[in-house]
């Protein structure tokens, strides 16, 4: 089972769309949690942690959900400005490393 | 301004050479990582380091090396062991030890095998 695992996609919306992407983690033992955007050919860019219960930041929503190993991340009013790859990210501090997904990847259409 | 620092940005490198890529942090980061991403695919980590002068491979370590002399910088050498070199080269770094842990990248670098 890989440490980190999310569903490659692509998710195509239209605009306005709510849409949720979910990533699941193996290591129990994991203490932080993060939510990355990369747009095409460029570096991966901060767009969220989430460090206990979720938190929220405008349109995006993150949860964690220690229980079942997983966290979310949910756009609202999808724009198309949107379009991106989103990455999630695991620091496992027993092995004091960063653990990355392979990403999801998100079309807003018109 | 601190930040982390990748070149060169595209490197074009002939079969059977060595070629090393950049990578310094002026953030004073313990840890540095390094990860490939070829065409629509996710990050893959190739080496990571927590601590000068130590680093582990991650899964995709054949055909790579790397150094940790100085804890700001962290090269990786492609050598003629990796056959199929072409891709995006992602170096990131971070803080150990708390929860504070966001990675931060640098711009990548593109290297093409000609």
């Known amino acids: 089972r890989k440490e980190v695992e999310q569903d490659p996609g692509p998710f195509n919306v239209p605009e306005g769309a709510t849409v949720a992407f979910n990533c699941t983690y193996s290591?129990?033992?994991?203490?932080?949690f993060f939510w990355y955007r990369q747009d095409c050919r460029k570096e991966p860019k901060l767009l969220m942690s989430?460090?206990?219960s979720g938190n929220e930041d405008g349109r995006f929503t993150a949860q964690l959900n220690r229980a079942s190993q997983y966290i979310s991340l949910l756009i609202r009013d999808s724009k198309l400005s949107d379009s991106a790859t989103y990455l999630c990210v695991v620091y496992t501090g027993t092995a004091s490393k960063l653990t990355f997904g392979t990403g999801t990847r998100l079309q807003v259409t018109l | 301004d601190g930040g982390i620092t990748q070149s060169p940005k595209y490197l074009f490198r002939k079969e059977g050479q060595n070629v090393t890529l950049s990578c310094e942090q002026n953030l004073n980061h313990d840890a540095m990582y390094w990860y490939r991403q070829d065409p629509g695919q996710g990050l893959r980590l190739i080496y990571y380091?927590?601590?000068?002068?130590?680093?582990q491979k991650g899964d995709i370590a054949e055909g790579y090396s790397v150094s940790r002399e100085k804890k700001e910088s962290f090269p990786l050498t492609v050598t003629s062991a990796q056959k199929n070199p072409t891709a995006f080269y992602l170096c990131?770094?971070?803080?150990?030890?708390?929860?504070?842990?966001?990675?931060?990248f640098g711009q990548g670098t593109r290297l093409t095998v000609v």
């Open positions: 290591n129990s033992a994991s203490q932080s």
């Open positions: 990131a770094s971070s803080a150990l030890g708390n929860i504070n842990t966001e990675a931060f």
């Open positions: 989430v460090y206990s």
């Open positions: 380091s927590q601590i000068v002068n130590d680093f």
